[in-house]
């Protein structure tokens, strides 16, 4: 048994921004099962919701701070997370990253490195728990610091740093080495300072033992100058110490068991899928047709999610006998040129402005096709969520979407490892080419069932990739 400090910004369902937060919520819980004891760390916002009691543990001063270390429980296991109570810092209206007016905080730096020094006390036991960690396991470029100050300390317990997206790297004034107090050694061109500024997520990838991302296909692409953002050369550079583990899937998401869809269903009843897509067709006012094309989207609206390549084809998509249903917010501009689309094209195409929970779980189930066009995609949940439920995923190949759909050409068609739609390049004629086969072969109601049939029996578990995990901390 391994006792892991689990160190993260966000957690499912105190809080949540992102895909973090579900990552946050599952893999400690799969760990545990495994036998081991996982401990969470996470700030003590304003804004977290909880779901069993919390008590405070212990008091003590990191620097001029003085910080309440408070305890509660990860809903439905026994994993304990500890709350980083510092309400100067983190007890302000607003989420994890920006106030209550969507604007970053002006004191990120300052409120993430007290973060990470509190983290390094609890890792060390210096903070009266009598519980020092095995493996300290951080988050992205908010707990980057971590395991640049652990380099410094004497005896200290192993790091693991993972990138959830590279995009993010908390880089901050260089001038603000002297405010968080770095240590000279941990300045140079080597460890935190990247061009004159300070980046923390520089400070994990440098100094953790480990780096792990949240795909194979995304550890290769982050050591290109199109996806490192500058740090591809330092990852070149560690990559024997770099590897790439998908991200499992909930149970929450299941047809067998799903509460939110209109009937339930498995492989064996796989024909009851149908009643999805009539329930999905009538709830949003589209003409109700088991036989039409039904593509479901569930989205940020953003260009990193390939909404433009969206955008450019619907004027010919829209000619296709198709239904497409969205769900998602984002980019104001792409949200109007939805809405024009939608408001003209009210029989084929609906919008759902914003997130709907009971909504998302119904287009998962009633679509025929699910499309993920990301530009970039470091894991990414939904083509697995999609492949449970025998909705098609259309992705573009990268990252995670490589790594988890399998093309369908005669050769995987003919062995049956065929899963979903893939294409190259990132612009709307590869996009609509890969609609237009699918939709050739829908019109083969053998040939479509049997890909569904290999999508559902996919292992998408927590249980796969918290075995990976395991190997990378025993690998240090």
Request: proline share 5%; aromatic share 10%; charged share 20%.
């Amino acid at each position: 048994m391994k006792k892991i400090l689990f160190v993260t910004s966000e957690v499912y369902p105190l809080i949540k921004t992102g895909g973090l937060a579900d990552v946050s919520n599952s893999l400690p819980k799969a760990l545990a099962q495994t036998g081991q004891e996982v401990k969470l760390v996470v700030p003590h916002y304003h804004a977290l919701h909880f779901h069993a009691p919390v008590f405070e543990r212990c008091t003590f001063k990191v620097g001029t701070h003085t910080v309440r270390l408070l305890e509660t429980l990860l809903p439905e296991s026994d994993v304990r997370i500890w709350l980083v109570d510092c309400p100067e810092y983190f007890g302000l209206p607003g989420n994890p990253y920006v106030d209550a007016a969507g604007n970053a905080y002006s004191n990120n730096a300052e409120r993430f490195a007290l973060f990470c020094r509190v983290a390094i006390e609890i890792a060390m036991n210096r903070v009266g728990l009598d519980w020092k960690a095995d493996v300290v396991h951080c988050h992205d470029w908010q707990t980057g610091l971590i395991p640049a100050l652990l380099s410094l300390e004497y005896q200290c317990p192993p790091t693991v740093f993972t990138i959830h997206n590279l995009a993010y790297q908390g880089l901050f004034n260089g001038l603000m080495a002297a405010t968080l107090q770095l240590p000279s050694q941990l300045l140079s061109s080597d460890g935190l300072e990247f061009h004159g500024m300070i980046s923390f997520i520089k400070g994990g990838i440098a100094y953790a033992d480990k780096i792990t991302t949240v795909s194979p296909t995304y550890a290769q692409e982050i050591q290109t100058p199109e996806l490192g953002y500058g740090l591809e050369g330092l990852l070149a550079y560690r990559n024997q110490d770099l590897v790439g583990i998908i991200n499992g899937i909930d149970d929450d998401w299941h047809p067998r068991t799903d509460p939110l869809i209109a009937k339930n269903y498995t492989i064996d009843t796989l024909v009851d899928k149908k009643e999805n897509k009539k329930a999905l067709q009538a709830q949003l006012n589209l003409p109700v047709d088991e036989n039409v094309l039904l593509i479901g989207l569930i989205s940020r609206l953003v260009e990193q999610k390939g909404i433009y390549m969206i955008l450019d084809c619907l004027p010919e998509l829209l000619d296709f006998p198709i239904q497409f249903v969205v769900l998602g917010s984002g980019d104001r501009g792409f949200e109007a040129r939805l809405q024009e689309f939608a408001l003209a094209n009210a029989h084929k195409l609906s919008l759902t402005l914003g997130y709907n929970e009971s909504l998302a779980h119904l287009i998962e189930a009633g679509a025929d096709v699910f499309l993920m066009p990301s530009r970039f995609e470091p894991c990414g949940l939904n083509q697995m969520y999609s492949q449970r439920y025998g909705t098609l995923p259309i992705v573009r190949k990268t990252g995670g979407l490589a790594d988890t759909v399998v093309d369908t050409l005669p050769s995987t068609l003919a062995n049956q490892t065929a899963t979903g739609f893939v294409f190259n390049d990132a612009h709307e004629g590869a996009l609509l080419e890969a609609i237009k086969r699918a939709g050739v072969l829908y019109a083969f109601p053998e040939s479509w069932r049997q890909i569904q049939i290999n999508a559902m029996h996919g292992d998408f578990s927590w249980k796969s990739s918290a075995e990976q995990y395991l190997e990378v901390y025993e690998g240090i």
